[in-house]
């Protein structure tokens, strides 16, 4: 027998300004929902031409970017670049520097996507940077509930079917599910793993426990599922609905160690922080390459083609 966890909240991801020029709904990273070990940060952004998120650095954490729509241009200190599309992903592992650029396609009406922030392991802050890509026809795709229900399985497990491989140092399951009107899905969770949905589209009903009673979710809300108590995550579509949900389900490996951010920097400890500051102004300790270094990429913005 499987136990649904309980939901401990939800709340509405409101959307502000973020970068140039784009929006951005922040659910994780708000007063509500700070340091919720391992995530840091859950930004659905959207993004116009002429917009976007110009030279900028990062420590301690990781990455994981989605593209729902349209396409992001990036390109790093260290010469990296490339495009991810609508369907691909890049987990970026900033470790112990990195400067980078992030730039909507400019050719698109609209860039709209997923950011997620993880935190590294204590033992893994001062890593090497690195970065990962997954394409959209990488992803395995797991079905349930006669076809009614569709997961891309881009990272963890999800109805017997497991993701292609490991893209991040924290371990971290992500999945995107499509849920049709009249269907259902039992999900199962890592025990003892923080979890989480966002919700893109549709209305659904995720399980609340051991109650009867579930809780009906619209758009852009995050609902955070209790810790401890149920080994699963329920969710239901009602047979008369308009339009199937959309959501992803993420679960991460809780980190037993202070979290202390500040902007792009993050530590276990003040002085790291100071430290990660001296060493971006002075561009030493893995901030080397930043020294004089501009993105062409970022030269772009404000051109809308």
Not at 41 to 59: E, I, Q, V
């Amino acid at each position: 027998m499987t136990t649904p966890r309980a939901i401990k909240f939800s709340l509405l991801a409101r959307e502000q300004s973020e970068g140039a020029g784009a929006t951005v709904r922040r659910s994780i990273g708000t007063p509500k929902l700070r340091n919720f070990t391992p995530f840091l940060m859950l930004d659905h952004f959207r993004s116009p031409p002429g917009s976007g998120f110009p030279d900028h650095p990062h420590r301690g954490q990781e990455t994981i970017t989605y593209i729902l729509q349209g396409a992001v241009d990036h390109e790093d200190f260290a010469g990296n670049k490339g495009r991810i599309e609508a369907g691909d992903l890049q987990f970026m592992t900033a470790g112990r520097g990195i400067m980078h650029a992030e730039m909507p396609a400019q050719d698109v009406e609209m860039n709209d996507g997923i950011q997620l922030w993880v935190d590294l392991p204590a033992n893994l802050k001062s890593t090497e940077p690195r970065y990962r890509d997954l394409r959209a026809g990488e992803i395995p795709v797991a079905t349930a509930d006669d076809g009614k229900v569709e997961v891309k399985v881009i990272s963890g497990k999800s109805q017997g079917v497991d993701s292609i491989k490991d893209l991040a140092y924290t371990p971290v399951w992500f999945l995107d599910v499509t849920v049709q009107p009249g269907g259902k899905i039992t999900q199962e969770l890592p025990p003892e793993w923080n979890a989480f949905a966002y919700t893109l589209d549709g209305v659904v009903t995720f399980g609340n426990g051991k109650k009867d009673a579930g809780e009906t979710v619209v758009p852009y809300h995050n609902v955070v599922f209790e810790r401890d108590g149920g080994d699963v995550v329920t969710a239901h579509v009602e047979e008369g609905a308009a339009e199937p949900a959309h959501f992803i389900i993420v679960a991460g490996l809780p980190l037993d160690q202070p979290i202390v951010q500040y902007g792009p920097f993050v530590t276990t400890s003040k002085e790291a922080v100071y430290q990660a500051m001296m060493d971006f102004q002075t561009s030493s300790n893995g901030f080397e390459r930043a020294a004089n270094w501009e993105s062409e990429i970022g030269k772009t913005l404000g051109r809308v083609r």
